[in-house]
C-alpha cells in the first residue's frame, strides 16, 4: 500500500515552487518596479500591497515601462487592463477614433448608481442626453444663475464660516469645508434646493453622507475581482452593504425633489426657475414615470460631475498654495487689479465671478493644480474592434484602455524635468497670456466628444472661491498632518486637510 502524501507535505511542496518561481521570475526582470505576474493571480499581489498608494503606484509603472504598461489580474477576473499615459494613445482613443472606444457594459456595471445618466450612455443614447445638457447649461438664464450661486454662497456662507475658524484659531479639515461648499452650491443648481450644509457647526447632511459612501465603493470594485465584488452585492455584505443604504438615501432625496417640483409646476411656480431639473421638468412631454427614471438618473449624474470634482480642486488647491506663499503672494498681486464688488459688515471682500475670467495668473494657478491633482484620477474605456494605438500596441476587441490622469501631470516627456513641482508659470506664455495645451495631455476635462460640458462653470466657482479665500484669509497648512490621495473614484485627500485660517491684514 502506497505512503499517502501528508498536507503538510503538499503544503511545503507548494511553498518551495512559489519560492522558485518567484526568484527565477525577478532574476529574469529588467525592471524591478514592474510586478511579477503570477500564474493564477497574475498582478493581483501587487496591486494588493499598493493599494494604499495607488496612483503613485500607477505612476511609478507608466514611467517604468515607459508610458504604457499592460496589466494582468487572475484569469476571467475582469482585471486585464492597458494602462496608459501617453498623449498620443490618448488623442487616438478619446478624439482620433473615438467611436472604436467605449464605456462598455462592464462600465456601466461598475457605475450601476448612475442609471442610464450621460456617464453610463454610449451611442444614440450619450448624443441625446449631451444635446440636450448642452443646450440648458449654455443658456444666458443658468450661465446667470451659477454666476449668482457662487458669489452669493461665497458671500453669505465660505466666508462667515472660515471667520468663524479664524476666530477659534482650531484646525479645520479644509476639505471637508471646501465639498460642503461645492455641494450647497451643486445641489442649488441641480435641484434648485440648498441644503445647508455649509453653516457654523458644520451637521451631517443624509445625502452628502450617502454620495461620499458611494464613491468609495465605486473605486473598490475597480481594484478587486468582478466576481467578488458582484457576489458581496448579491448577498449585500461589506462595503456594497453600504452602497445599498446610501442608494436608498440618494433615491428617497431626488424622488422627494423631484414631487415637489412637480407639484410646485402644477401651481405654475417654476416657470421662471433657472436650476436644471427644473428646466429639465419645464420640457417634459413623456410619461411621467419614464420621466422620473430619467430624472433620477440625469440628477445624480450632474452631481457627480459638480459637486465632488469641484470641492476635490479647491481642497489640491489649496493645499498647494499653503507649501507656496510665492504664489499667493503673486494671485493677491493681480487681484489688486480689480475691485471687490462688496464688502462684508466685517470687512471681507467678496468678487463678482465675472470679473475674474480675465486674471491670467489665478487661472494658471488652478490648471497647474489641476494638472497634479485631477479630480477624476483615471478614465477607461473599451474598445470595440481590433486596432493598433499609435504606441504600436496591439489592442482585440473587448480589450480595456485605462488612462492614468494622475501619472499624465508627472511625466517628464509631457511637462519637463520639474513635472512634480507646482509651478503655475508654465502656463503662461512669453506674451503673458495663457498658453494653450492640448486636451489630450491635460484631461482633467477630459478630451475629445466627451469634453466636460460644465468646463466654464467649474472654473466660475472655483475662482470666485480662491479669490475670496485668497483675499481675506491665509491659509496655514497644520504642521505634521500628512496629506496624500485617497483610495475613491474622486481623488480626495485620505486625512484630509488640516490647516489652520487666520484673517488676512489689509494691505497699506
Known amino acids: 500500500m502506497a505512503p499517502r502524501v501528508s498536507f503538510l507535505e503538499l503544503s511545503l511542496s507548494f511553498l518551495c515552487f512559489v519560492v522558485f518561481y518567484y526568484y527565477h521570475i525577478r532574476s529574469k526582470r529588467k525592471n524591478p518596479v514592474i510586478p511579477l505576474d503570477w500564474p493564477l493571480v497574475g498582478m493581483l499581489p501587487a496591486l494588493l500591497a499598493n493599494l494604499h498608494r495607488l496612483h503613485d503606484w ?66 444614440e443614447s450619450w448624443r441625446r442626453q449631451r444635446a440636450k445638457a448642452q443646450l440648458l447649461m449654455s443658456s444666458p438664464p443658468f450661465r446667470a444663475f451659477v454666476s449668482r450661486c457662487s458669489r452669493d454662497k461665497v458671500e453669505n456662507a465660505l466666508l462667515p464660516l472660515l471667520a468663524h475658524l479664524a476666530g477659534t484659531g482650531e484646525a479645520a479639515n479644509l476639505q471637508d469645508v471646501f465639498l460642503r461648499l461645492t455641494f450647497d452650491t451643486t445641489t442649488t443648481l441641480v435641484f434648485g434646493v440648498d441644503p445647508g450644509c455649509l453653516v457654523v457647526g458644520l451637521p451631517e447632511v443624509p445625502f452628502a453622507r450617502a454620495m461620499d459612501d458611494a464613491m468609495n465603493v465605486l473605486l473598490l470594485r475597480h481594484v478587486v475581482p468582478q466576481t467578488w465584488w458582484k457576489l458581496a452585492r448579491r448577498l449585500r455584505i461589506g462595503y456594497e452593504r453600504k452602497m445599498a443604504v446610501s442608494w436608498r438615501t440618494i433615491d428617497r432625496f431626488i424622488a422627494d425633489t423631484i414631487a415637489k417640483r412637480r407639484a410646485q409646476k402644477a401651481r405654475g411656480g417654476i416657470k421662471d426657475s433657472a436650476d436644471l431639473l427644473s428646466s429639465y421638468i419645464n420640457d417634459d412631454e413623456e410619461d411621467s414615470d419614464t420621466v422620473d427614471a430619467f430624472l433620477r438618473d440625469t440628477t445624480i449624474n450632474l452631481m457627480l460631475a459638480g459637486r465632488d470634482t469641484t470641492g476635490s480642486a479647491l481642497s489640491w488647491l489649496f493645499y498647494l498654495l499653503a507649501r507656496s506663499p510665492h504664489v499667493v503672494g503673486k494671485i493677491l498681486q493681480e487681484l489688486e487689479s480689480i475691485k471687490g464688488t462688496s464688502t462684508t459688515p466685517d470687512g471681507m471682500v467678496t468678487f463678482d465671478p465675472d470679473e475674474l475670467g480675465g486674471l491670467v495668473y489665478l487661472h494658471a494657478s488652478l490648471c497647474e493644480s489641476l494638472r497634479l491633482y485631477p479630480p477624476v484620477p483615471q478614465e477607461l474605456k473599451e474598445a470595440v474592434a481590433a486596432d493598433v494605438l ?7 476587441p473587448g480589450d480595456r484602455i ?82 496624500e490621495p485617497k483610495l475613491s473614484i474622486i481623488l480626495h485627500m485620505k486625512n484630509g486637510f488640516m490647516a489652520t485660517v487666520k484673517r488676512r491684514q489689509a494691505l497699506a
Open 402 to 483: 485605462l488612462v492614468s490622469l494622475y501619472a499624465m501631470g508627472r511625466m517628464e516627456d509631457t511637462w519637463g524635468r520639474d513635472c512634480r513641482e507646482f509651478r503655475p508659470e508654465r502656463w503662461i506664455a512669453e506674451d503673458g497670456r495663457l498658453r494653450y495645451v492640448p486636451s489630450y495631455k491635460f484631461m482633467s476635462f477630459n478630451s475629445g466628444p466627451r469634453t466636460c460640458l460644465g468646463k466654464d462653470m467649474a472654473f466660475l466657482q472655483l475662482k470666485a472661491a480662491a479669490a475670496a479665500v485668497v483675499k481675506n484669509f491665509e491659509i496655514e497648512a497644520m504642521p505634521g498632518h500628512v496629506v
Open 58 to 123: 500607477i505612476t511609478s509603472l507608466v514611467t517604468a515601462s515607459p508610458l504604457n504598461f499592460p496589466f494582468t489580474g487572475p484569469p476571467r477576473s475582469g482585471m486585464q487592463f492597458f494602462v496608459t499615459a501617453d498623449p498620443a494613445n490618448v488623442r487616438h482613443v478619446f478624439t482620433s477614433n473615438f467611436a472604436n472606444y467605449l464605456k462598455g457594459p462592464e462600465y456601466e456595471e461598475i457605475f450601476d448608481i448612475l442609471g442610464g445618466g450621460i456617464f453610463n450612455a454610449d451611442g
Open 390 to 396: 499609435p504606441s504600436g500596441h496591439e489592442v482585440r
